[in-house]
């Protein structure tokens, strides 16, 4: 079976990724430098090494021996971005390219790449398409879109998965990999830890929506993954693909805090709050693309992903 190496291993979606794969009998390498991952969290069966897509010498260490790539490190928080575009271009997409060109020594010419609904921006189609104009608002959606098309540039096989709202947890032969982010900016474990002294704050009531709350398209943390290892059997030779992953239905803030309500059995205290700068109203996949080009369907819906969030916490 193949070597594959997982940039981003510790990371909330790297570690599923590197989880199920070796539990599919991949042979994994692990490469993070645990700015935002966590070493516990990579597989005990996974080759770890600790490195920075800025280290090149590095990236050529790992990479012995691997035929592919899941390319998941990156820097990742769309507020910071702001604040610090510098950073996020040049880790994002100055460490690509040193992955990239790693890749190229080796002759390993396949990748998988965590992409992003951020490379749309202000969305103009609902749902969104891979078609659908590509214009983001902010630098970590930028970067994310920079790599898209130095992928393309460089002619290797590849398929750039642009996730929409990644949720839920994975229970591995380990235990539960959890969403562990420092700060947490996400819904779904926001909702989880409000409470009457530090309710959730919803961010806009007043958006053209069914009940003025934004939209988003949640998809299970394992249905993604899943998409990812189908991906690696379906990468063509010199052939870039987009692929959109989401669930292909939206749930607004309201649907998601009344389906927490019904699994944690309490109420979830929540206030009314102005929008979030640089928030879209309504942001949902087409997955036709993903259906057809990968066979792929996703299987876990909105209360499973919040219960099995649940479920990581109390691990
Ligand atoms: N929200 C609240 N209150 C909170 C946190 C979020 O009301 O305390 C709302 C947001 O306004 C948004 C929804 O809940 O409408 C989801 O917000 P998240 O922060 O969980 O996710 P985003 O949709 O902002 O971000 C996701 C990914 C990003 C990616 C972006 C693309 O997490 O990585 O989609 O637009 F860049």
Redesign the pocket.
């Known amino acids: 079976m193949s070597r594959i190496l997982v940039t981003g291993g510790a990371g909330y979606v790297g570690s599923t990724a590197v989880a199920l794969l070796v539990e599919r009998g991949y042979e994994v390498v692990v490469f993070d430098d645990l700015s935002m991952g966590h070493a516990d969290a990579v597989d005990p069966r996974a080759t770890f090494v600790e490195g920075s897509l800025l280290d090149p010498d590095a990236l050529r260490n790992a990479l012995a021996g691997c035929e592919a790539v899941i390319h998941f490190a990156g820097k ?1 928080l ?1 507020g910071e971005s702001v604040e610090k575009p510098d950073l996020y271009h040049h880790v994002n997409v100055d460490g690509t390219q040193n992955l990239l060109d790693a890749m190229a020594i080796h002759g390993i010419d396949r990748i998988v790449f965590s992409s ?3 490379t749309y921006g202000q969305p103009v189609d609902d749902p969104i398409t891979e078609e659908s104009l590509a214009a983001p608002t902010n630098p ?2 930028a970067s994310k879109l920079a790599i898209d098309k130095m992928i393309s540039a460089s002619g290797i096989s590849a398929i750039s998965l642009r996730y ?3 949720a839920g947890a994975y229970e591995s032969s380990n235990g539960w990999l959890a969403e562990r982010h420092n700060p947490e ?4 474990p ?1 909702v989880l830890r409000a409470t009457e002294a530090n309710p ?5 009531t007043d958006w053209d929506t069914k009940d003025g ?2 939209i ?1 398209d949640y998809v299970h943390v394992v249905d993604l993954i899943e998409a990812h290892i189908l991906a690696l059997g379906a990468l063509k030779p010199h052939v870039h693909e987009i692929v959109n992953l989401g669930s292909g239905g939206g749930y607004s ?1 309201r649907e998601v805090i009344s389906v927490a309500t019904k699994v944690l059995g309490r109420a979830v205290p929540a206030v009314e709050s102005p929008r ?1 700068a640089g ?2 109203g309504t ?1 949902v996949a087409s997955i036709v693309k993903a259906k057809s080009l990968l066979g792929w369907q996703p299987t876990r819906d909105l209360e499973t992903m919040i219960s099995d969030t649940v479920k990581s916490q109390d691990r």
């Open positions: 990742s769309v992003s609904a951020a970590y959606g929409f709202n990644v900016t996400h819904l779904i926001l959730l704050k919803i961010f806009g709350t934004c988003r803030v979030r928030d879209p942001l």
